[in-house]
């Protein structure tokens, strides 16, 4: 067996760039490190060879490998995209003269739309904590907030509490890459925001949502929160806590928002990360004509 002792240094050099020179999110770092590791334990056991050795035959099996093992395109495609950054990441450093990769092309992805809710769905998860109890108040807050601004969950739960300007209903949140933006929320999420802040008052916590301990509330904690609500609404299973940041979107389109707002209100970097919305957005009123027209 394949023994390489600047294996993990390679990656872990690897893993730091992306962290502190381009500024990405912990969470992306860590997609990255599942990828390469993954490839690194293929490499291992199918050619017995160190990733600095490996040749473009040998990334192409690999691909085949994946589609073998049943991974979507999409997941594909970003295993690619990591592999392709650690050549380049190697290359930079002078460690290999040329990158297997180079002009390796992305696989064709099948189209997809995210899932969302209806209106009547969110009004449903957003009514269903139990207001008499202290955790059942900090749940209505969170999904207020989720659904009022549109942010990424990791992004909720890492609200401080120098992050609220409540004169204004702005919050300031930090986003993929570090990446500053604020939002502002409407009066129904103030409400209940100013209802939950009333009791953790007593508390020098930095973040605004706690957990029963008293510390930072952890996205499983919260995302077993909302399967304890769907299951307790009847709701689909499908719907995640980031569903409510597509429904956000969605439905603001098809209340008449232009893009480029709502670009800016989730975060994206690229309009057309934020296009794919107008396509949810034109499907649910084609539902909607098909339900209600005489003739649909």
Known sequence: MLKDNKKDYLIESFLDSLYIEKGLSKNTVQSYRNDITSLTDW????VDTSLKKLKRSH??????YLFACGLKSSSI????????????FLLKKKLISVSPVVDMTTVKQ???????????????????????SSIGR??????????????????????????LDTNRLVIKVMGKGSKERLIPYGEVASDYLSMYLKERNNTTAKEIFLSNRGTRITRGAFWSRIK????????????????????FATHLLNR??????????LGHSDLSTTQIYTHIAKQRLGEILKKH???G
């Open 43 to 46: 490499s291992i056991k199918s």
């Open 110 to 132: 099948e189209k997809y739309l995210p899932t969302s809710m209806s209106e009547l769905e969110v009004e449903c998860l957003i009514k269903s904590p139990n207001l008499d």
């Open 77 to 88: 495609n970003r295993k690619i995209s990591t592999i392709k950054s650690f050549y380049t």
């Open 293 to 295: 027209h005489p003739r």
């Open 228 to 247: 304890y609500y769907l299951t307790k609404e009847n709701l689909k299973q499908s719907i995640s806590p980031h569903t409510l940041r597509h429904a």
């Open 59 to 64: 990334i192409e099996k690999y691909i085949s």
């Open 138 to 163: 900090r749940d209505r807050a969170m999904i207020e907030m989720l659904y009022a601004t549109g942010m990424r969950v990791s992004e909720l739960v890492n609200l401080k509490i120098t992050d």
């Open 256 to 265: 008449g928002a232009d893009l480029r707002s709502v670009q800016i209100l």
